[in-house]
């Protein structure tokens, strides 16, 4: 216990070289010098006649005996000590000073620095430098051991992609669904047949020329024969489909022609065929159904 000093503030032990508590941080308060001791002239600590420097800030100086012996000179003017030679000590240092200090001690008895897990030894024994040492040189290898991991990484994939072709993976295709198409409905058509009777019962059988089984129409029927227009409408006036009567087979009292219309569609309520321009016959939907979609057509008397 010669070698402890009990704090005035908090109560703890420090060792007798500290000059603030560990715990607190408060300075040491030194006691008045014992009748055999003298004064520390920079710092004011007691020390024994025979020491060579003074324990708490290791100050060299002159022979003790020329030391003030009656107490500390006032107001001394506190100078940073040079630091402490290498020791060992059991526990941790001081960051900022490199003094040793207790495991469980919070702050620095030289300096007042706050103490912590960043200022822990590996192993109790070790010195300042030795401390001061492993908190640098490890971090310094390794971030140099780091570094060059990543330049050979990023080295090794330039290469690699240099001296191997890139090669892209085909896709395969996406499987369809079968669908099969709806069909769309078509507009109901049909073929429109009909014929043509032209009569001529008339004395002199003007109206009707036949050669050979084959007539058409002269005098007031020149216009009725091959080739006359037939037209086919609906109840609109819109023209559904059209043709042209064929040739004639008959007498010179009647001849009978044909056509055929194509196409016609099954929309329309009434049907109107004009065969040149003698007038129209309209059936309506049903009847023209019912006739088998035929017109029979006839003229003269």
Not at 102 to 122: E, H, I, T
Request: charged share 10%; glycine share 10%; net charge negative.
């Amino acid at each position: 216990m010669q070698d402890m000093w009990v704090c005035e503030g908090c109560h703890s032990l420090n060792r007798k070289e500290t000059s603030t508590c560990y715990s607190c941080g408060k300075p040491q308060v030194s006691p008045p010098p014992a009748p055999h001791t003298t004064v520390c002239p920079r710092c004011g600590t007691a020390v024994e006649p025979s020491a060579l420097s003074c324990l708490a800030c290791g100050f060299p100086g002159p022979p003790p005996e020329t030391w003030n012996s009656s107490g500390p000179t006032p107001s001394p003017v506190r100078q940073e000590p040079p630091p402490l030679a290498p020791q060992t000590y059991p526990g941790q240092f001081c960051i900022r000073c490199g003094t040793p200090g207790a495991v469980d001690a919070s702050f620095c008895g030289r300096c007042g620095a706050v103490l912590g897990a960043q200022s822990a030894l590996p192993f109790a024994g070790q010195s300042v430098q030795a401390a001061r040492h492993t908190i640098t040189r490890p971090a310094m290898l390794l971030g140099s051991l780091l570094l060059i991991c990543a330049v050979a990484a990023v080295g090794f994939v330039a290469l690699s992609r240099a001296g191997s072709p890139t090669t892209t993976p085909s896709a395969s295709p996406m499987p369809t669904a079968s669908r099969t198409p709806t069909p769309i409905p078509t507009a109901l058509t049909h073929t429109v047949t009909g014929s043509f009777v032209l009569t001529d019962t008339s004395v002199d059988l003007a109206g009707i020329t036949a050669i050979g089984g084959q007539c058409q129409g002269t005098d007031g029927y020149s216009d009725l024969g091959p080739g006359t227009p037939v037209t086919l409408k609906d109840e609109n006036g819109t023209i559904l489909a059209d043709a042209s009567l064929s040739l004639g087979t008959g007498t010179s009292s009647q001849c009978t022609f044909t056509f055929t219309l194509t196409g016609v569609p099954d929309t329309a309520r009434f049907y109107s065929v004009e065969v040149g321009r003698r007038g129209a016959i309209t059936d309506s939907h049903d009847e023209l159904q019912a006739a088998g979609w035929m017109f029979s057509l006839s003229m003269g008397s």
